[in-house]
């Protein structure tokens, strides 16, 4: 049974994610367009996270706040934030890919509670809450079960526009494609972590990822059986943006090699 927090959350990216699919089918027109489709999508954008906005600070006006596009503002209460990615796979939607989603999470004293990835294009409504199981459109979802390395694939994003995470990326690269199945970049991290959560992937690390990018799908992991942890112990996923997810039989050999630093 979905908490009162859970469906403003659910309602709220369902309404945003109305909004993207009407753009989403104007941006296919525009590939053509010498102006291109940027600032289209930045309007897009920025029209998701309004809608998202106004619905959550109307039902929960004394939460803080921090998404892609307006960037952090306090509450009242100290201890509750909304931690929002309107369209999580931006360059995706600005190429007419049909794989971006809708990340909302709720954060309670520094811990994901509740989360949201709506993968709207699909429509795939990813779910959980912490304590009570994660959910693909109502059916609950599990980790993928396999053991083996060499028979697992793994999601990841690699750095483009001179990003400083390109050569440790690299060297990830180098050492997993020989000992894996394939290594997968599909560049949206909220749906990366949400198709670790229903075994899809069985694995996902990137590099200086955004909390927004990752914070619901954190969730969704580890209450679908997973692990997930940060690239270096010392630090925190969401303030690092260093994370590694993947099932438990995978977790510790596969983190292994992202955390080998010669
Ligand atoms: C994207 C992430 C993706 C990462 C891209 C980009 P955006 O988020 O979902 O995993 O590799 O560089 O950060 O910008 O589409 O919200």
């Known amino acids: 049974m979905a908490?009162?927090?859970?469906?403003?959350?659910?309602?709220?990216?369902?309404?945003?994610g109305r909004s993207l699919v009407?753009?989403?089918?104007?941006?296919?027109?525009?590939?053509?367009?010498?102006?291109g489709a940027g600032d289209f999508v930045s309007r897009a954008d920025r029209e998701a996270e309004r809608i998202i906005k106004e619905e959550l600070r109307t039902a929960r006006p004394n939460y803080g706040w921090i998404g892609e596009e307006t960037g952090e503002e306090a509450g009242e209460d100290p201890t509750r934030r909304w931690i929002v990615d309107p369209l999580d796979g931006t360059t995706n939607f600005l190429h007419g890919l049909p794989?971006?989603?809708?990340?909302?999470?709720?954060?309670h004293k520094g811990e994901i509670v509740a989360a949201v990835v709506f993968d709207a294009a699909k429509d795939e409504m990813f779910t959980a809450e912490r304590g009570d199981g994660a959910f693909l459109n109502d059916r609950r979802i599990r980790v993928s079960g396999r053991r083996q390395m060499i028979e697992s694939i793994f999601a990841t994003g690699v750095p483009?526009?001179?990003?400083?995470?390109?050569?440790?990326?690299?060297?990830?690269?180098?050492?997993?494609?020989?000992?894996t199945a394939g290594v997968r970049r599909w560049g949206a991290a909220a749906l990366d972590l949400a198709y670790v959560a229903c075994g899809r992937f069985d694995g996902y690390w990137e590099r200086g990822i955004n909390s927004w990018d990752v914070a619901a799908g954190i969730l969704l992991v580890k209450e679908a059986g997973g692990f997930v942890e940060p690239i270096r112990s010392e630090e925190s996923v969401i303030e690092s943006g260093n994370i590694i997810a993947a099932?438990?039989?995978l977790f510790e050999g596969f983190a292994e090699i992202i955390r080998s630093r010669d």
Not at 101 to 106: D, M, N, P, T
């Open 99 to 107: 794989h971006w989603a809708v990340s909302i999470a709720l954060e």
């Open 22 to 35: 009407k753009d989403f089918r104007e941006v296919e027109n525009l590939q053509v367009s010498v102006k």
């Open 3 to 16: 908490s009162a927090n859970l469906n403003i959350m659910i309602k709220a990216a369902r309404k945003a």
């Open 160 to 179: 483009f526009g001179g990003r400083g995470t390109l050569p440790a990326t690299i060297r990830d690269l180098s050492r997993l494609m020989p000992v």
């Open 247 to 249: 099932n438990a039989q």
